[in-house]
T-cell receptor, first 114, second 110 residues
């Protein structure tokens, strides 16, 4: 049973470009969460999605960031017009029935903005 | 604001000794707590969890203790091994998202 999959594992972008991060949850999981981690810090919640719905985006910056989890395909975290401060590791997690159970994490995407 | 913090940013232990990693949380509404292990370049790996109706829970070589009175959580690792070297995070789940602490780095030396 494959775990949470994320790609790309590493992504380099220049300031002003767009970054697209993909996450495929564990089989049978319909709840997806995105977190951001700066070096030497804990993970910070960004957004919680179910299929075709954003449930909680309270941790998402108001501008340039968006997330989706379509009926078919992976969840996408999109960052438009990236700035150097967006450089971080972005982790996706999934759970089967909801947020009050164990969330399993993917390997992360490390975004570097030049 | 809500926060989960750790007392010791780095913990060095000798192989074979027991390790204790501590964590304080501030949200009284939290009723579910999780410990994750994160190795360099990898995502957080679930270790053990505990709900607020319990004081203690044991896994393989790991034990989590919860003291709701003082809002304190600890992770005990028995017979620490080199493979236990990593950063350990506690997290609380009061609503629909995990709130992570800043982490404790565990270093195991021979």
């Amino acid at each position: 049973n494959a775990g949470v999959m994320q790609n790309p594992r590493h992504l380099v972008r220049r300031r002003g470009q767009e970054a697209r991060l993909r996450c495929s949850p564990m089989k049978g999981h319909s709840h997806v969460y995105w977190y951001r981690q700066l070096p030497e810090e804990g993970l910070k919640f960004m957004v919680y999605l179910q299929k075709e719905n954003i449930i909680d985006e309270s941790g998402m910056p108001k501008e340039r960031f968006s997330a989706e989890f379509p009926k078919e395909g992976p969840s996408i975290l999109r960052i438009q017009q990236v700035v150097r401060g967006d450089s971080a590791a972005y982790f996706c997690a999934s759970s089967r029935t909801g947020p009050r159970e164990t969330q399993y994490f993917g390997p992360g995407t490390r975004l570097l903005v030049l | 604001g809500e926060s989960v913090g750790l007392h010791l940013p780095t913990l060095s232990v000798q192989e074979g000794d027991n390790s204790i990693i501590n964590c304080a949380y501030s949200n009284s509404a939290s009723d579910y707590f999780i410990w994750y292990k994160q190795e360099s370049g990898k995502g957080p790996q679930f270790i053990i969890d505990i709900r607020s109706n319990m004081d203690k829970r044991q896994g393989q070589r790991v034990t989590v203790l919860l003291n709701k009175t003082v809002k304190h959580l600890s992770l005990q690792i028995a017979a620490t091994q080199p493979g236990d070297s990593a950063v350990y995070f506690c997290a609380e789940n009061p609503t629909d998202k995990l709130i992570f602490g800043t982490g404790t780095r565990l270093q195991v030396f021979p």
